[in-house]
């Protein structure tokens, strides 16, 4: 077919290199708006990490000690992501069930 490329191996590497690398400065990126507290953004990075894992996941990528190692840095950190965002979402209910109780005890005054 026409619109098939055909890569060379180093070609094939470099550009899984470069997606890594999107990925290792995406999952920072994530990290550091979660530690700022701006949800919003992480969606759209998080669509963007979701992406480039389906385009690397369709390629048989062979897994290599020094891959291997990156890959697992990207876990990590999108696991303390997913871990921040749960401990800011419990804390915003707890505060929303607190605002709640006082409004309900507010109204039985009334």
Same mark, same amino acid.
């Given at each position: 077919?026409?619109?098939?490329?055909?890569?060379?191996?180093?070609?094939?590497?470099?550009?899984?290199?470069?997606?890594?690398?999107?990925?290792?400065?995406?999952?920072?990126?994530?990290?550091?708006?979660?530690?700022?507290?701006?949800?919003?953004?992480? !969606?759209?990075?998080?669509?963007?990490? #979701? /992406?480039?894992? &389906?385009?690397?996941? +369709? =390629? $048989?990528?062979?897994?290599?000690?020094?891959?291997?190692?990156?890959?697992?840095?990207?876990?990590?950190?999108?696991?303390?992501? !997913?871990?921040?965002?749960?401990?800011? #979402? /419990?804390?915003? &209910?707890?505060?929303? +069930? =607190? $605002?709640?109780?006082?409004?309900?005890?507010?109204?039985?005054?009334?």
């Amino acid at each position: 077919m026409l619109s098939d490329q055909i890569l060379d191996d180093s070609e094939f590497k470099s550009r899984f290199a470069s997606q890594l690398k999107k990925l290792e400065i995406i999952s920072s990126h994530m990290s550091k708006l979660v530690d700022n507290g701006n949800v919003e953004r992480i !969606v759209h990075l998080d669509k963007l990490r #979701k /992406k480039i894992l &389906l385009d690397l996941n +369709k =390629k $048989q990528i062979r897994k290599t000690p020094i891959n291997q190692e990156r890959i697992n840095k990207i876990i990590s950190l999108n696991d303390y992501v !997913v871990k921040r965002l749960n401990e800011q #979402k /419990k804390a915003k &209910l707890e505060k929303m +069930k =607190k $605002q709640s109780e006082s409004i309900k005890s507010y109204i039985k005054f009334l």
